[in-house]
């Protein structure tokens, strides 16, 4: 067997991330499953994460504690699930949205890894780039559009060089960042009542807090073997599943509540909430926190990026270049900087923010039931027979049940500003269980369909191979 993929990992941080989406090899395998905390503690160390607790408040008319309760229900169960894809990456060495293909069949898998590329590559680029200019802006006084010029070179820069970089930077963004954020959130608890006139407990403004929340964190789900398949074949599973599943709770949850409180204090301005966030703090606290915002929209984004091109790779796109995945980052960076100047003329994000958020616990709720459900169903088989470019493997029960979750729990149960779904117009308000009910019907569609139809399985567990050899669309190996 050729070893092709042995050339794709970078032998020093500096060094860029050549190929694409191959399995890495056991001689290329290296890092702590602990580093993982860190990969998912500082993308969230953001202002992205602090604005999901404002929404909570501000938006959905809860009050602090009623907001905490949902904001944490629905951080655990985006926490929990990363926790359980991130074990995933080390067997086989391959990133989520290849091994997506097992549930959905090569071409049936096109779909989930185009929307999470449109989500990751462009959505969440524009959201935290916009977040991160505004902050840098503020902090020096020059014009938006030259922060945001900044901010998505040095994004763009980490992303281009690779996996070894990126995970350089989010441990030395978790310490510095964490640090940061620790003082202004005390400093956000020292000046905040708690406490709003008029505002308490909904079951509709839970919902939609809790969903905005589940959102958030598991909106880096579709990412989490990305940065596991490095890990060695042999490397704990508990291990990686606390490490991963700990670090996006706690940040999460830590800069919610800030959010979450700072909205409780007088004055504070929802349309403007950067500024808000950073008014009742001491001028040194203040600029080095806007500094983080800056800082964390980086660490975010270098994720983003990169994780992007990585899904549009997994849908099968054959592109020859030996760093295709380092150019297909850098076209995301370029189309992505075009999105966010449009958001930056249009001076702010907020009025779209919770609706994005919303929709991308939509899609990736029936991803989720489908994936877990198809894991479940191999357990003790091999999976590498089926990924590859050249088995065309087919699954049509994949596709089927996540439309099926998507379409009936939008129809029923969506709460947008474009769309409201029919159940959810009802007299006594809701709020939104898309996600719920999405991930349910889903779950349960797929278990079913593929009982009926008896897609192939790999064979036993112990028959996989050392490295799984033609999963990129440009690996003409077999």
């Known amino acids: 067997m050729t070893d092709t993929a042995a050339t794709i990992a970078p032998t020093k941080a500096t060094s860029v991330e050549a190929g694409g989406i191959e399995a890495i090899p056991p001689s290329k395998r290296h890092g702590s499953p602990w580093q993982l905390f860190a990969t998912w503690t500082a993308p969230n160390l953001e202002f992205a994460t602090i604005f999901v607790g404002v929404i909570a408040v501000a938006f959905f008319g809860l009050g602090f504690w009623q907001a905490m309760a949902a904001l944490v229900l629905g951080t655990a169960a985006g926490a929990l699930t990363q926790g359980i894809l991130s074990t995933w990456g080390p067997r086989e060495g391959l990133a989520q949205l290849v091994l997506s293909r097992t549930a959905f069949g090569y071409r049936g898998n096109i779909l989930p890894a185009a929307i999470n590329t449109i989500m990751a590559g462009l959505g969440w680029f524009a959201v935290n780039s916009v977040s991160g200019a505004f902050a840098l802006s503020t902090l020096t006084g020059m014009p938006t559009w030259i922060a945001l010029v900044i901010i998505v070179v040095?994004?763009?820069?980490?992303?281009?060089?690779?996996?070894?970089?990126?995970?350089?930077?989010?441990?030395?963004?978790?310490?510095?960042l964490g640090a940061i954020f620790i003082i202004a959130t005390i400093t956000i608890f020292v000046h905040a009542p708690l406490t709003v006139k008029g505002n308490g407990?909904?079951?509709?403004?839970?919902?939609?807090?809790?969903?905005?929340?589940?959102?958030?964190?598991?909106g880096w789900n579709p990412y989490a073997a990305d940065y596991s398949r490095y890990l060695k074949k042999a490397t704990s599973k508990i291990t990686i599943g606390w490490a991963a599943g700990l670090g996006n709770l706690i940040s999460c949850v830590v800069l919610m509540a800030a959010g979450a409180a700072a909205a409780t204090i007088a004055g504070f301005n929802p349309d403007d909430p950067t500024s808000s966030f950073t008014a009742s703090m001491p001028v040194v606290i203040r600029d080095l926190t806007l500094i983080a915002i800056a800082v964390g929209a980086i660490a975010a984004n270098a994720l983003n990026i990169y994780s992007g091109a990585m899904s549009f790779l997994a849908a099968g796109i054959k592109i020859r270049f030996s760093l295709r995945?380092?150019?297909?980052?850098?076209?995301?960076?370029?189309?992505?900087f075009f999105i966010a100047l449009s958001a930056v003329i249009n001076a702010s994000l907020s009025g779209t923010y919770e609706n994005f958020l919303l929709v991308i616990a939509y899609w990736i709720s029936p991803w989720l039931g489908v994936v877990l459900v198809d894991r479940f169903l191999r357990r003790g088989t091999e999976i590498g027979t089926l990924v590859t470019e050249k088995a065309k493997y087919r699954n049509a029960a994949g596709i089927l049940a996540f439309l099926f979750g998507l379409v009936v729990s939008v129809l029923l149960f969506s709460n947008q500003t474009f769309f409201t779904g029919f159940l959810a117009k009802a007299p006594s308000p809701i709020g939104d269980l898309t996600a719920i009910v999405g991930f349910v019907l889903s779950a349960v569609a797929y278990y079913f369909l593929f009982k009926a139809f008896k897609p192939a399985l790999g064979g036993p567990l112990d028959a996989t191979p050392d490295v799984v050899i033609g999963v990129d669309a440009a690996d003409d190996v077999a």
């Open 154 to 176: 040095l994004e763009v820069a980490v992303a281009f060089i690779g996996h070894d970089l990126v995970q350089v930077f989010e441990r030395y963004a978790s310490y510095i």
């Open 325 to 336: 995945r380092a150019i297909i980052a850098l076209g995301f960076g370029i189309i992505g």
């Open 201 to 218: 407990f909904s079951f509709a403004g839970f919902t939609l807090a809790a969903g905005a929340a589940f959102g958030y964190a598991a």
